[in-house]
């Protein structure tokens, strides 16, 4: 969905005439920093928020499982609506977490934990 967003104001801003190749640079240099949602957007994308001690926010929504369970997306802004991180937790019917993906700043991959009976570490990163 924010791809999406994203995409729909920089389709608006190639349309008002500006230079193309110039937005296709600034896109390709960090795209995230230069179409950030207002406040009002992250709230209209996102049902649930909670203000946090720096002036900041964390936005989330939840999304039913295609086979079980759901997903929750995490938002993390500053003041400024600037997103800090988006993170995908996954999980299962139960509601216990099962696996987490941070997509921004940097994507790292899934992290699955494990089930309790097992003796190996907690989490283990499909990234390798």
Known sequence: MVITGNYSLRRRECDSG????????????DPWQIYMASRKQNERDYPFWEDLPNGGRRYWRERPGGDFGFCRYV???????????????VYDDDGNLIEIHQKYPADTGHQTFKSEGNDDDDITDSSE
């Open 75 to 89: 938002k993390t802004v500053d003041e400024n609506e600037t997103t800090l991180s988006f993170i995908q937790q």
């Open 18 to 29: 500006q230079d193309h190749d110039t937005i296709e640079e600034r896109l390709r240099s």
